[in-house]
C-alpha cells in the first residue's frame, strides 16, 4: 500500500491505544504469512525494547536477534544480555577496517556515497555535489549538497557502506541461515529515507527480495516513551529517566538515542553538547579511543571532526 504524507500524518496522530492495536494486527499478519519463520531484530534501543515487548506478549517464542558489532554502548550490550531467546551474531569486518578500506560515516548516508564516488570521479557524484540531478537539471537539495562539495577533498575516505557491511549483511546471513524474516522497530517519524519507504509499502512489505516488517512505522517518539511509563517496561539505562519537560512533553534525562556510537551521521545538526561532547564525560574510554589517530591504534576521528568543523569536547 502507498501512502501519501498526509496519510502518515494522520496514523501518527492516532491514540496510543490504536497505534499498539494496529501494530498487533500486522505483526500478526507477517507472522501468519510466514507460518512463524520470523524474528524480531532487537538492538537494545528503546524502540526495539518497545517491539520485542509487543511481538512477544502475541507470540511469546518468537526469536529475537542481536548484532553485536563492537559500535553499541557497553550499556547496550548488558541490557540485551538481560533477555531469552536471543540470536548474538558479529559482522565479519570490524569498524576500524571498515574506516580504513571504504571510509568514514559523516554528514548523511546521501551525502557519504555522493563523495565516496566523487572522489572516485563519477560523473553522476560530481553534479550532485554540484546541485545538479543526473539530467543536469538543478536539484531541489542543490544549497545542501553544494555545502558540502569541500569533502570531496578531504584527506580521508568517506563511505555510507558502514551500515551495510555492520548491520545489513551479516542480517541477511541469518535470514539466510535461518529461512526467517525480520520485524524491525524502525519508524518514519526518524524521516529520510525510512519515511520515503514507509510510505512506499507501509508496515508489511512481502518482497520476494527481503522481505520486512514495520509495525510500528506510523509511531513516533512520543509514543515509545509513553508505551514504556504506561506499560512500565524496563528499559537500557543509558536513557536515565523519562520525564515530562516544560511544554509537556516527554523527554529522557540520559542519552536521547542509542545508535552506533562511533557514527557521525546527523551529528553535525545536534546542538551543544552533541554526542562525541558527551561521549567524553560518560564513556571517555571510547571516546580516548576514537579520537586517537589510526597510526596509534585509533580511529582517527579527531581529524575528521576537525575537518568539517564539529566539535568533540
Request: glycine share 8%; net charge positive.
Amino acid at each position: 500500500m502507498v501512502y501519501t504524507s498526509e496519510d502518515l500524518r494522520k496514523m501518527q496522530e492516532w491514540s496510543l491505544e490504536r497505534k499498539i492495536q494496529v501494530t498487533q494486527t500486522r505483526i500478526i499478519e507477517y507472522y501468519m504469512h510466514y507460518g512463524g519463520k520470523v524474528y524480531v531484530s532487537f538492538s537494545g534501543g528503546k524502540d526495539s525494547t518497545v517491539l520485542l515487548d509487543i511481538a512477544r506478549k502475541i507470540f511469546p517464542e518468537i526469536e529475537a536477534m542481536y548484532l553485536d558489532t563492537g559500535l553499541e554502548y557497553p550499556e547496550i550490550r548488558e541490557f540485551v544480555d538481560t533477555f531469552e531467546n536471543i540470536a548474538w551474531r558479529k559482522p565479519k569486518m570490524r569498524f576500524d577496517e571498515v574506516i580504513k578500506i571504504h571510509g568514514y560515516p559523516v554528514i548523511s548516508k546521501e551525502i557519504s556515497s555522493a563523495i565516496k564516488y566523487a572522489k572516485k570521479g563519477r560523473e553522476w557524484a560530481i553534479n550532485r555535489m554540484n546541485g545538479l540531478n543526473p539530467d543536469g537539471t538543478e536539484s531541489p537539495f542543490k544549497k545542501a549538497n553544494i555545502k558540502y562539495k569541500y569533502l570531496i577533498d578531504a584527506p580521508f575516505l568517506i563511505s555510507d557502506v558502514c551500515c551495510q557491511v555492520m548491520k545489513k549483511n551479516p542480517a541477511k546471513l541469518f535470514e539466510k541461515e535461518t529461512g526467517k524474516h525480520p520485524i524491525i522497530g524502525t519508524m518514519a517519524s526518524e524521516g529520510g529515507q525510512r519515511a520515503s519507504a514507509y510510505k512506499k509499502t507501509g508496515c508489511n512489505s512481502f518482497n520476494k527480495l527481503r522481505a520486512i516488517s514495520v509495525p510500528m512505522g506510523f509511531w513516533t517518539e512520543q509514543d515509545v516513551l509513553q508505551y514504556l511509563t504506561r506499560y512500565k517496561i524496563p528499559y537500557c539505562e543509558i536513557y536515565g529517566d523519562i520525564i515530562t519537560n516544560g511544554k509537556g512533553m516527554l523527554e529522557v534525562t540520559g542519552l536521547p538515542r542509542s545508535g552506533c556510537m562511533f557514527c557521525a551521521f546527523g551529528c553535525h545538526l545536534e546542538k551543544p553538547e552533541n554526542r562525541f561532547q558527551k561521549m567524553k564525560k560518560t564513556h571517555p574510554k571510547q571516546w580516548e579511543y576514537i579520537m586517537r589517530p589510526i597510526e596509534e591504534n585509533g580511529l582517527g576521528f579527531k581529524k575528521v571532526l576537525d575537518y568539517i568543523n564539529i566539535k568533540y569536547e
